[in-house]
Nanobody, 123 residues
Framework: QVQLVESGGGLVQPGGSLRLSCAAS????????MAWYRQAPGNQRELVAT???????NYADSVKGRSIISRGIARNTVYLQMNSLKPEDTAVYYC?????????????????WGQGTQVTVSS
């Protein structure tokens, strides 16, 4: 299958910046869209940003202009650069991948999630 591991979360003051990373591994054949979601306590998980294999991006209105999603050269990593952070950005951030992996004797497509990384914005 496909495993996703996030890193880069932590405590940051309002107005600060963080860069989240997510690396995919496993019997990967291809990764199409990768995305970041977040979930704050008591709230539903919400989409933050997406990036296609071709590099097309979309952002939630709440982060547009403050965040940049990008993919690594190897195409199996995704990053989220977040600037001008606000207390309302506090949440667990999850990496998501729409990926095809090899499961003998076929290629199989699936939707995969990381374990999440905590981002806390507080003074």
């Amino acid at each position: 299958q496909v495993q996703l591991v996030e890193s880069g979360g932590g405590l940051v003051q309002p107005g600060g910046s963080l860069r989240l990373s997510c690396a995919a591994s496993g019997s990967i054949v291809r990764i199409d869209t990768m995305a970041w979601y977040r979930q704050a306590p008591g709230n539903q998980r919400e989409l933050v940003a997406t990036i296609s294999d071709g590099g097309s991006t979309n952002y939630a209105d709440s982060v547009k202009g403050r965040s940049i999603i990008s993919r690594g050269i190897a195409r199996n990593t995704v990053y989220l650069q977040m600037n001008s952070l606000k207390p309302e950005d506090t949440a667990v951030y999850y990496c998501n991948a729409d990926a095809t992996y090899y499961r003998h004797p076929y290629d199989t497509r699936g939707d995969f999630w990381g374990q999440g990384t905590q981002v806390t914005v507080s003074s």
